[in-house]
């Protein structure tokens, strides 16, 4: 715990300060975070993600129900604006950057050449023509690249149970 605590401790409170905007309230929350990953540590799996996505999603449910006791009835102005973010689709910010951070994890995993097409692709907006050039490939192989690369990402997450059924 001392080694997850020396090397996430800051990550998480930033995380936590920036989501809850009361600098008393986050270093609780961390110490929350670093309490429940104790009292569940046989619960972390390696192979479901690493330790930092395990953190953060402890952290993000500590956040939730901190803001939770804080804030017992939320105003109705705050209630419209989170009926504006849904109905905007812009959605959770921690569910986003749990997604970022699983997707990144996700991706790393993958061969190189298969993460470089999909990255250039689907992140990038390039072809798979300008890919193939730049890699001096055939379009088909950048092509089967993509496929064979989305399959893999596809089978990534869905084993670490990070697609929405």
Same mark, same amino acid.
């Given at each position: 715990?001392?080694?997850?605590? #020396?090397?996430?401790?800051?990550?998480?409170?930033?995380?936590?300060?920036?989501?809850?905007?009361?600098?008393?309230?986050?270093?609780? %929350?961390?110490?929350?975070?670093?309490?429940?990953?104790?009292?569940?540590?046989?619960?972390?799996?390696?192979?479901?993600?690493?330790?930092?996505?395990?953190?953060?999603? $402890?952290?993000?449910?500590?956040?939730?129900?901190?803001?939770?006791?804080?804030?017992?009835?939320?105003?109705?102005?705050?209630?419209?604006?989170?009926?504006? +973010?849904?109905?905007?689709?812009?959605?959770?910010?921690?569910?986003?950057?749990?997604?970022?951070?699983?997707?990144?994890?996700?991706?790393?995993?993958?061969?190189?050449?298969?993460?470089? %097409? $999909?990255?250039? +692709?689907?992140?990038? @907006?390039?072809?798979?023509?300008?890919?193939?050039?730049?890699?001096?490939?055939?379009? #088909?192989?950048?092509?089967?690249?993509?496929?064979? @690369?989305?399959?893999?990402?596809?089978?990534?997450?869905?084993?670490?149970?990070?697609?929405?059924?």
């Amino acid at each position: 715990m001392r080694a997850a605590y #020396s090397e996430y401790g800051g990550e998480l409170l930033g995380f936590a300060h920036n989501q809850l905007g009361d600098p008393q309230l986050a270093e609780e %929350v961390v110490q929350e975070v670093f309490l429940r990953a104790w009292r569940a540590s046989d619960s972390f799996d390696s192979k479901r993600g690493s330790l930092r996505t395990w953190l953060y999603s $402890i952290a993000r449910n500590a956040i939730v129900d901190a803001r939770r006791r804080r804030e017992v009835r939320p105003p109705l102005a705050q209630a419209e604006q989170a009926e504006q +973010v849904a109905a905007s689709g812009e959605g959770d910010p921690y569910d986003q950057l749990l997604a970022r951070i699983e997707l990144r994890e996700a991706l790393d995993r993958l061969s190189p050449e298969h993460r470089e %097409v $999909i990255i250039q +692709v689907y992140f990038l @907006g390039r072809t798979c023509a300008d890919v193939a050039d730049e890699l001096g490939l055939a379009a #088909s192989s950048t092509r089967s690249r993509l496929y064979h @690369g989305i399959r893999a990402l596809r089978g990534i997450l869905d084993e670490n149970g990070w697609l929405a059924p």
